[in-house]
């Protein structure tokens, strides 16, 4: 499976669009990665449990992106783009959305 | 009794005011120190905002790599924009925040792309989001993402 950003690819052809595809997760933080957080505000940096997190999630929803677009047939996702918004406060949503194609091989 | 505590009160807040000066700042030291060099070391990797790869590039290879970071404001940074918000203006000490979060993010898409020997990287997005918002006695703390298109040339 090609994942890409662009809107096309520039070594390959495209010989069949298949529509939009996506994945999405939503994820809150364990309350003791939250203290540790807390701590870790109070000097400021990187809060590297919250980096991990939402890594993950990120790669959970591209994972679900990429089953569905498996699931219709695709070898490509095109014009990935990422969203994450605040559901809740302590929990975020990561949003990930492209168009499946098929290319030639 | 009663005076005791309060001023135990302001004496802790003062605490953790001097606690976030010095070890905010030395944080925020190296962590520019850092940024720099990695810069430095990782600049032959292009990186553009096009859409589209320069033209007359054979690409053989592409794929998606992204980078991100969760940094957080410390408590006397938050203090003084506090203080700020009271008469407006320009917000500094928030300001190296989204900085540092946004080179960091880029930098850490350019490692992964180096980790795929890309020669170059199009169509990069950053964005940003705010992952304590809404809460009371939020502290400022930022996601930032950068990803694009990790291209391989001929």
């Not at chain 1, 529509?19 to 940096?45: C, F, P, Y």
Request: glycine share 8%; with cysteine; charged share 25%.
């Amino acid at each position: 499976m090609l994942l890409s950003n662009l809107e096309v690819v520039p070594h390959k052809k495209i010989v069949r669009h298949l529509g939009l595809v996506q994945g999405s997760t939503v994820r809150a933080k364990h309350a003791g990665r939250d203290i540790m957080a807390g701590l870790k505000n109070l000097v400021g940096g990187e809060l590297k449990g919250y980096t991990e997190l939402l890594q993950d999630a990120r790669e959970e929803a591209t994972g679900r992106m990429v089953e569905q677009a498996n699931a219709i047939g695709a070898n490509a996702v095109l014009n990935i783009r990422y969203a994450t918004s605040s559901v809740a406060s302590g929990a975020s949503e990561l949003f990930a959305y492209g168009t499946a194609v098929e290319l030639e091989d | 009794m009663e005076w005791m505590l309060q001023y135990f009160e302001i004496f802790f807040a003062l605490c953790l005011l001097i606690v976030g000066y010095g070890f905010g700042r030395l944080a925020e030291k190296r962590h520019y120190k850092s940024i720099f060099k990695r810069e430095k070391k990782y600049q032959e990797l292009l990186v553009f905002s096009l859409k589209t790869p320069p033209e007359g590039l054979t690409v053989t290879d592409s794929r998606l790599v992204t980078g991100s970071v969760v940094v957080s404001i410390d408590y006397f940074k938050k203090f003084v924009a506090g203080l700020r918000m009271l008469v407006g203006g320009r917000l500094r000490s928030y300001e190296t925040l989204v900085d540092r979060g946004r080179r960091e993010a880029v930098l850490r898409m350019k490692e992964q792309a180096l980790l795929l020997h890309a020669d170059s990287v199009i169509n990069v997005k950053v964005e940003t989001s705010s992952i304590s918002k809404g809460r009371r006695n939020s502290i400022g703390s930022i996601e930032v993402c950068a990803y694009g298109t990790a291209l391989k040339h001929a």
